[in-house]
């Protein structure tokens, strides 16, 4: 092989390893950031370059390629291995199959595909034309495969999404066809292919920002969508906290009510006695209320947690300082602690032990806030993309907001974070410590 041609499989490299990434990015998570992946991508489609250039083996390079593609998607992305090996050959799939309808579209014409082969100019702009097409192939799987649906994932938004690339794969065809019709000079051929190249890798490019864009769209979505549940959520405990107040109003007029019932019972009323208890009874105010702490919108909070424990046999304990966490606003009081004891509550509902704990304590001496909850977790939680916590849930999109709200407002007072499971003693906490501002 020559220098051009070396230089000509290391760009298809580079735009296979690029596609790999736009298909990757859009349906997984990630596991790893950075140099990391950008490390393990270049190691992958390293190895892919030099068994091309000394293999020579179609079979062989298919296989390492494969073998490149299950190596990124098992060590980058948050997927299991099946998943990792069903994407990897479909990537693979259609890369052959994009070579094929390559060479059947060039061969239309004059029925054989050694007439493009002639010289390097001409494998160049086979190249360009065959991974146009790949990459074509590869945003329409993605686009059907992903997990990221609405009403946008539509057949007119493929279509828009590909039009670009089909243009651009219009003009490979034509310059492929040009170079067996036209003796063009030398200069001219190499302009040409310079622009196709430029094309290939303007169409890069975009899908790449396209793709980029729509993920920061599908992230600004679901911390939209946190805010919303949290204003609802506060809504929902300011509700409660009325009905708490109205539960203390009836409390003080006990009085008045035994006045009255005193004053039936010297009558001799007992009828009317026992209908006047009777509706007293049914009042909503009168439902039993535990005080857990002097912190209204806290209290409510922790109040239903146990409610909702009790219902499901879950032993609830907790000890909060008076006026630990007072420094927070009722909006973020009740998004914080609402998503923090709700996914306690859920992990231990499915425990074999049930227990959940809530302890808030200031230290003074260190001028810190420590808030542990500890709960019964039977399964080690999913983690992604840096350490995060992920929902086991299927439906991703609209599950798992509570961890990015709960990070959310922890940094917003300056608060940091720390998760730990403990797989001798099944049991999960969580550690947030908010220094003094």
Not at 108 to 121: E, M, Q, R
Not at 201 to 216: D, G, H, P, Q
Not at 336 to 359: R, Y
């Amino acid at each position: 092989m020559n220098i051009f041609e070396l230089i000509i499989i290391g760009a298809v490299q580079i735009t296979e390893a690029l596609i790999n990434y736009i298909y990757a990015e859009y349906l997984f998570a990630d596991r790893l950031s950075g140099l990391k992946k950008a490390g393990i991508y270049a190691a992958g489609y390293f190895a892919v370059y030099l068994v091309y250039i000394f293999g020579g083996n179609i079979i062989l390079n298919c296989a390492v390629s494969f073998g490149a593609s299950l190596l990124i998607f098992s060590a980058v992305y948050c997927c299991g291995f099946a998943a990792a090996l069903f994407n990897s050959a479909f990537l693979t799939a259609l890369m052959v199959l994009s070579e094929a309808a390559n060479g059947a579209i060039l061969t239309l014409p004059f029925g054989s595909f050694s007439s493009y082969t002639y010289n390097d100019l001409a494998l160049l702009a086979l190249a360009v034309l065959s991974k146009l097409l790949y990459m074509i192939f590869s945003m329409i799987a993605a686009k059907i495969f992903g997990p990221h649906k609405s009403e946008s994932d539509s057949s007119v938004g493929l279509l828009r999404l590909s039009v670009m690339p089909a243009a651009s794969a219009s003009v490979a065809i034509l310059i492929c066809y040009v170079y067996t019709e036209i003796k063009l000079p030398a200069a001219l051929q190499i302009a040409a292919l310079i622009c196709v190249s430029a094309l290939l890798l303007a169409n890069v490019f975009t899908v790449c920002v396209y793709s980029r864009s729509e993920k920061i769209n599908r992230e600004n979505l679901s911390i939209k969508l946190a805010k919303q549940k949290d204003e609802y959520d506060a809504e929902y405990y300011k509700m409660l906290e009325e009905q708490y107040e109205s539960q203390r109003i009836l409390i003080h007029d006990v009085k008045n009510h035994m006045q009255t019932i005193n004053g039936l019972a010297a009558e001799g009323n007992a009828e009317e006695i026992q209908k006047y208890i009777t509706e007293w009874g049914y009042d909503k105010a009168l439902r039993n209320r535990a005080r857990y702490c002097q912190n209204a919108i806290l209290n409510i909070i922790v109040s239903e947690t146990a409610k909702d424990c009790a219902k499901n046999g879950v032993e609830f304990h907790c000890d909060i300082r008076d006026k630990s966490v007072d420094f927070i606003s009722d909006t973020d009081m009740s998004a914080l602690f609402g998503n923090l004891l709700s996914n306690a509550c859920e992990a231990a509902k499915e425990s074999e032990e049930k227990t959940v704990e809530l302890d808030i304590k200031i230290r003074p001496e260190q001028r810190l806030t420590v808030v542990k909850i500890s709960n019964s977790c039977d399964f080690k939680p999913q983690r992604g993309k840096n350490g995060e916590l992920t929902t086991r849930k299927p439906d991703k999109e609209n599950h798992g907001l509570g961890q990015k709200s709960i990070r959310r407002i922890t940094e917003k007072y300056g608060g940091k974070s720390e998760t730990y499971y403990d797989e001798a003693e099944k049991r999960f906490e969580t550690v947030i410590v908010f220094s003094e501002k």
